[in-house]
């Protein structure tokens, strides 16, 4: 299950998706971009094959080294199954809790898979020869980690390395792309919808070495990426105010979202986090489920995190929203008070 279901949750409660408020997805609730910008897209033709000007608009915004060259695709889910069924690896390496996307495609391949919890040991062995994913900042939690050290091991171990940093773009810190030609095997994912807002738009990246790139296109069809969806991700990629703006908003109502989780006197946790959502476990006495059920006689949806390796029903996650969607979340939580 995946957060974000709004039209489910809708369903369910007999509104409109629109009414819902939605704590489960994490996406920026600004985007870089107006809609409008779209007015002039000429539907009749193809899209550009080479999606050059789409590329051209990515290197422009995240500076990469020269040994490095990309590959779009709609959404970044869709990147993860096409750099799976790629690699086809035997011994997969999942640092957990992590998105489940990789677990599933990860399954359908029939790969070998290995758990490592991160939270409890992250420097847990690996087996020679493997493939590794570690989702930086992670989810569902939205620690940033320093990869110096776990990057030379897993280079000792010969492995293929595969990096998220679909939530890095919120913290003011390094990509490991600029690693790629130093470092053999590295691939990144790279979402877009999240910290651009705009998870309806599916446009997403894979960064690697040229030839690594060059040999991954060959298994992918033609027009994958629409005209719309390149054109708008052009113009919010090119909107270069929106980032620190993007940064400082997000730190500000983080903290304001925190303070609202703590005051409830809900949560025995609130964890750490660097990106645009918070995970909390429940004190003892409710679990993620109840707490759902409460807070949907309010239309809010939040993402009970059980089916995450490594976490149990008692952990939630909250996107990181406005100040409005905030103090409907403490209105909510004050009337469950008995
Ligand atoms: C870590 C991570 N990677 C990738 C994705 C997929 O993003 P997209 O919307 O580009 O398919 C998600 C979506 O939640 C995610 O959490």
């Not at 996406?27 to 000007?53: G, K, M, R, W």
């Not at 997969?92 to 409890?120: D, F, M, T, W």
């Not at 994912?189 to 990246?205: D, E, Q, T």
């Amino acid at each position: 299950m995946h957060g974000g279901n709004i039209y489910q949750f809708a369903a369910q409660l007999g509104c409109l998706p629109e009414q819902v408020l939605d704590f489960s997805a994490n996406i920026n609730p600004e985007q870089a971009a107006d809609f409008s910008c779209l007015q002039q897209v000429p539907l009749t033709p193809y899209a550009e094959p080479q999606y050059h000007l789409l590329k051209q608009a990515f290197k422009h915004r995240y500076s990469l080294p020269t040994a490095a060259d990309i590959e779009p695709f709609n959404g970044a889910s869709a990147a993860i199954f096409a750099l799976l069924r790629y690699l086809a690896p035997q011994d997969l390496v999942l640092y957990a809790p992590l998105y489940g996307e990789y677990r599933h495609i990860a399954e359908q391949l029939g790969c070998k898979l290995h758990s490592i919890n991160r939270l409890v040991n992250i420097n847990a062995d690996i087996p020679p020869n493997s493939t590794v994913i570690f989702v930086n900042p992670s989810t569902p939690d939205g620690q940033l980690y320093d990869l110096q050290t776990l990057l030379p091991t897993w280079q000792a171990a010969n492995c293929t390395i595969i990096i998220d940093e679909s939530f890095l773009d919120f913290c003011d810190a390094k990509s490991v792309t600029q690693l790629i030609g130093t470092i053999d095997k590295l691939y990144v994912i790279k979402s877009l919808s999240k910290f651009y807002g705009c998870a309806g738009i599916r446009i997403g990246f894979i960064i690697a070495g040229t030839q690594a790139i060059t040999s991954l296109q060959r298994g992918e069809p033609a027009w994958k990426c629409s005209s719309l969806d390149m054109a708008y991700m052009q113009h919010a990629l090119a909107n270069t105010n929106f980032i620190d703006r993007t940064r400082q908003q997000t730190d500000y109502l983080r903290n304001l979202l925190s303070q609202t989780l703590r005051e409830s006197g809900l949560f025995e946790t609130i964890y750490p986090s660097q990106a645009n959502f918070l995970l909390a476990r429940l004190a003892q006495g409710m679990d993620g489920y109840q707490l759902q059920q409460h807070l949907a006689t309010d239309r809010i949806l939040i993402r009970v995190c059980e089916n995450f390796d490594g976490l149990d029903k008692f952990h939630v996650r909250f996107a990181v929203k406005d100040e409005r969607a905030v103090a409907q979340l403490e209105r909510s939580f004050a009337n469950m008070k008995p």
